[in-house]
């Protein structure tokens, strides 16, 4: 998806223009992969743009920053009021959905794996974005290869850790799936059983029963977490449990979800037509219901919200 260009990043506590927010070639991060990021996004409501569950995303942000070793020089509160700071600096149109993504990483001034001696920065850019998968995705379904790369094992990666290093694994498997014909690609563990998307968690349904891979090897999805809650508020039963790759063959539903990815259905994997072939009931609901939260349109999920006001 081509990128659209807005006009101001914030770079290491101020506003530049986005054609100006340059880093050296010689970044530790751009050699060595360690650097920590998010995915945001905001929403146009009646109350205006409003970003999604930004608290919770600047908390796992900074969780990274621990994880990884990134001394982090901004706290939680000067990242969240940069990022409303972003939103109100560019001047988004009323209608638009933004993506907004932090990034803290390892700069310029020292070479070699040991990174602890070199200067940590960070940076947080906003743009206009549409359906990661497409809007007749989003409708339609799309299909899904499962990959022949395995998702990081616990024992080699932090698989908790939002970090740069990890999405050559994801990178692999979506060019995969992509060169084969597919529109997506899903992981297994090292033991056999279902991870994650290439950027997406991953729910199946069975029936009527709502059924999610446990964070044991991914990332604590923050969107995953919120369609667990808005399907337990709307009566739906909801396991954590393993997932083989045959019972997803057999699922009556099958659907991603993720920051960019939104809720997005999935008609087919490996050949394997999955339940009608379009999207399902269950997940037209929660689709439906995700959408009412993240436009304002359900109070009871509105302190998910953080309003942007001029």
């Given at each position: 998806?081509?990128?659209?260009?807005?006009?101001?990043?914030?770079?290491?506590?101020?506003?530049?223009?986005?054609?100006?927010?340059?880093?050296?070639?010689?970044?530790?991060?751009?050699?060595?992969?360690?650097s920590?990021?998010?995915?945001?996004?905001?929403?146009?409501?009646?109350?205006?743009?409003?970003?999604?569950?930004?608290?919770?995303h600047?908390?796992?942000?900074?969780?990274?920053?621990?994880?990884?070793?990134l001394?982090?020089?901004?706290?939680?509160?000067?990242?969240?009021?940069?990022?409303?700071?972003?939103?109100?600096?560019?001047?988004?149109?009323?209608?638009?959905?933004?993506?907004?993504?932090?990034?803290?990483?390892?700069?310029?001034?020292?070479?070699?794996?040991?990174?602890?001696?070199?200067?940590?920065?960070?940076?947080?850019?906003?743009?206009?974005?549409?359906?990661?998968?497409g809007d007749?995705?989003?409708?339609?379904?799309?299909?899904?290869?499962i990959?022949?790369?395995?998702?990081?094992?616990?024992?080699?990666?932090?698989?908790?850790?939002?970090?740069?290093?990890?999405?050559?694994?994801?990178?692999?498997?979506?060019?995969?799936?992509?060169?084969?014909?597919?529109?997506?690609?899903?992981?297994?563990?090292?033991?056999?059983?279902?991870?994650?998307?290439?950027?997406?968690?991953?729910?199946?349904?069975?029936?009527?029963?709502?059924?999610t891979?446990?964070?044991?090897?991914?990332?604590?999805?923050?969107t995953?977490?919120?369609?667990?809650?808005?399907?337990?508020?709307?009566?739906?039963?909801?396991?954590?449990?393993?997932?083989?790759?045959?019972?997803?063959?057999?699922?009556?539903e099958?659907?991603?979800?993720?920051?960019?990815?939104?809720?997005?259905?999935?008609?087919?994997?490996?050949?394997?037509?999955?339940?009608?072939?379009?999207?399902?009931?269950?997940?037209?609901?929660?689709?439906?219901?995700?959408?009412?939260?993240?436009?304002?349109?359900?109070?009871t999920?509105?302190?998910?919200?953080?309003?942007?006001?001029?």
């Amino acid at each position: 998806m081509a990128l659209k260009q807005s006009q101001y990043i914030w770079l290491d506590g101020e506003f530049v223009a986005w054609s100006e927010a340059k880093v050296h070639v010689l970044s530790h991060s751009l050699h060595y992969a360690n650097s920590a990021f998010e995915g945001l996004r905001a929403y146009p409501t009646d109350k205006g743009l409003a970003i999604f569950r930004l608290q919770d995303h600047t908390k796992r942000l900074l969780n990274t920053c621990k994880m990884s070793l990134l001394k982090c020089p901004y706290d939680e509160k000067t990242l969240n009021e940069a990022q409303v700071e972003a939103l109100r600096k560019n001047s988004f149109a009323p209608k638009t959905s933004v993506y907004i993504r932090p990034i803290v990483f390892v700069g310029y001034g020292v070479m070699g794996v040991y990174h602890l001696n070199s200067p940590i920065s960070a940076a947080i850019a906003a743009w206009e974005w549409g359906a990661y998968l497409g809007d007749e995705g989003l409708e339609n379904g799309i299909r899904v290869k499962i990959s022949s790369w395995t998702r990081n094992s616990v024992k080699s990666m932090m698989g908790k850790a939002k970090v740069a290093a990890n999405y050559l694994n994801s990178q692999m498997a979506k060019c995969e799936a992509i060169e084969a014909g597919y529109d997506e690609a899903l992981l297994l563990d090292s033991e056999g059983f279902v991870a994650e998307g290439s950027g997406e968690c991953f729910f199946i349904v069975r029936d009527g029963v709502l059924i999610t891979p446990p964070s044991d090897n991914s990332l604590e999805s923050i969107t995953q977490n919120t369609v667990i809650e808005i399907a337990a508020a709307l009566g739906v039963r909801v396991e954590r449990r393993r997932i083989t790759r045959d019972e997803v063959y057999i699922a009556d539903e099958a659907f991603f979800t993720g920051t960019a990815a939104e809720i997005t259905p999935v008609r087919e994997v490996d050949s394997r037509t999955i339940g009608e072939g379009k999207r399902g009931a269950l997940t037209k609901r929660l689709q439906e219901a995700y959408f009412d939260v993240v436009y304002g349109r359900d109070s009871t999920f509105a302190r998910f919200l953080t309003f942007i006001k001029d």
